[in-house]
């Protein structure tokens, strides 16, 4: 294999697996690490991946951008619904309590209560507030603060205020990304503190994210991977990222 073969399929692995280690590039292709990383550093200088310690992640993988609700709704759709629809054996029993962040898969699920269920449910998402308002078994209270257009999300000051006093026995907690090294994150400060406190209030800390996102790190970490009981993916999911995530304590459940 040529080097500009080589390095245009180790670009169309790191864009489908998300990071990926100089040691995993190394034994897949039969070369050195030095070879891989002189590849790694060629792809860096094209744009097409971003190095990291020990390997390399995708071009978007770390960038700040963050799109917008009305775009997030209709990506994955089908691995969403299915993840929400899993998540649902591990809400609480009648008359427990929830805090549900903000997010398109999140929202799923609150789309799939019914009045039958009695539940205090907590969350900062205007839209997903909006959705279980008309629920009679549902006591809900919505955090206030500032509200970021970008995720439809309470945050700052007055919305931590309020979840420091807090204990619900199931956090159901979106991310943008989800890496080994670098845990939970997400490109927003505001946004990550909020998420990082919710995660403290819970007794049982659910994380809800289709496999796209995994392997993959934002800029700021709000949470480590010792804070995560479960993580509910798609079947997509890579089985080395599985493994790793497994190997680290996490119930990784497939949707």
Do not use: C
Not at 34 to 49: I, P, S
Not at 79 to 88: N, T
């Amino acid at each position: 294999m040529y080097a500009e073969e080589r390095q245009q399929a180790i670009a169309e692995v790191i864009s489908n697996r998300g990071r990926v280690s100089v040691a995993d590039l190394s034994t897949t292709y039969g070369v050195t690490t030095e070879t891989v990383r002189r590849d790694l550093a060629v792809l860096d200088r094209l744009g097409v991946v971003r190095r990291v310690h020990g390997g390399a992640v995708p071009a978007s993988a770390l960038t700040a951008a963050e799109p917008g609700v009305g775009e997030r709704e209709y990506t994955r759709a089908e691995q969403k619904d299915a993840i929400a629809a899993a998540a649902l054996a591990y809400l609480p029993l009648n008359g427990g309590s929830a805090v549900f962040d903000a997010g398109t898969t999140t929202g799923r699920l609150a789309a799939l209560l019914g009045n039958e269920r009695e539940l205090t449910l907590i969350t900062n998402s205007i839209p997903i507030a909006a959705r279980v308002a008309p629920l009679t078994g549902v006591s809900l209270r919505v955090l206030g603060g500032r509200v970021r257009g970008t995720t439809q999300a309470a945050v700052g000051e007055e919305t931590l205020s309020a979840l420091e006093w807090l204990r619900v026995d199931v956090a159901f907690i979106g991310t943008n990304a989800l890496s080994v090294g670098h845990g939970l994150s997400t490109p927003d400060s505001d946004e990550a503190a909020v998420k990082r406190a919710m995660v403290r209030t819970a007794n049982h800390v659910v994380v809800l994210s289709d496999s796209s996102k995994i392997g993959r790190e934002h800029l700021v970490s709000f949470g480590r991977l010792d804070n995560i009981d479960v993580l509910i993916t798609d079947d997509e999911i890579d089985e080395i990222d599985r493994k790793s995530l497994t190997d680290n304590g996490i119930e990784v459940v497939i949707a």
